[in-house]
């Protein structure tokens, strides 16, 4: 069997978004927009990727006593990297996501996949798997921004294709309830019928 299917699992059968149901804060606040998704999806997938390598490499040697804060020591310390990488480089970007960057640390996303996937696998399957999960959870959130941003502003990555308002309602909280539900009924019917 191809490792692939690492990266396909986390991607459709594990979608921690629409199946697994995690990450719920990143998803409903910064999904206003396409590009906050895609940019909030790629920041976690890059966050994922290295905590599973590097979990995977440490975890023989960790006592079970202290396995959880020295993941998130992992995780903390990745996320922090992606901050200053942030600031310096797409400032613009950090600026939008602001505090949530930081809340990656605690996402249930990345420490459940440190938990219950690369302190048991190997490095070359723990990244394919963060691969996989973070691929999921950005496509996950860009799509819930593309359907939030189109029916509440006439757009989709800031082009503005429909003149006018749109429907306030789907840019505030209530519309982010409304889509992820429909998208998570639409996606499990899907894998229902597959």
Not at 26 to 43: C, D, Q, V, Y
Request: charged share 10%; aromatic share 10%.
């Amino acid at each position: 069997m191809s490792k692939w299917h690492f990266v396909t699992d986390g991607f459709v059968k594990n979608n921690p978004t629409f199946v697994l149901v995690l990450g719920m804060c990143p998803t409903l606040a910064t999904t206003t927009s396409a590009m906050n998704g895609l940019e909030m999806g790629l920041a976690t997938m890059f966050v994922l990727i290295l905590s599973n390598i590097v979990i995977s490499l440490i975890a023989p040697m960790v006592p079970d006593k202290v396995r959880i804060p020295v993941y998130i020591t992992v995780i903390a310390t990745f996320v922090t990297v992606l901050q200053l990488l942030m600031q310096a480089f797409t400032p613009a970007v950090y600026e939008t996501l602001g505090l949530f960057i930081p809340l990656i640390v605690v996402n249930c996303i990345v420490l459940g996949r440190a938990e219950g996937f690369a302190n048991k696998h190997n490095a070359g399957e723990s990244a394919l798997d963060g691969l996989g999960v973070g691929l999921g959870f950005t496509a996950s959130l860009t799509v819930i921004g593309i359907v939030r941003e189109i029916l509440g502003s006439g757009a989709v990555f800031g082009w503005k294709f429909i003149s006018g308002d749109g429907i306030l309602a789907f840019v505030m909280a209530p519309g982010a309830f409304l889509v992820l539900g429909f998208l998570m009924v639409l996606f499990n019917k899907y894998l229902a019928k597959k």
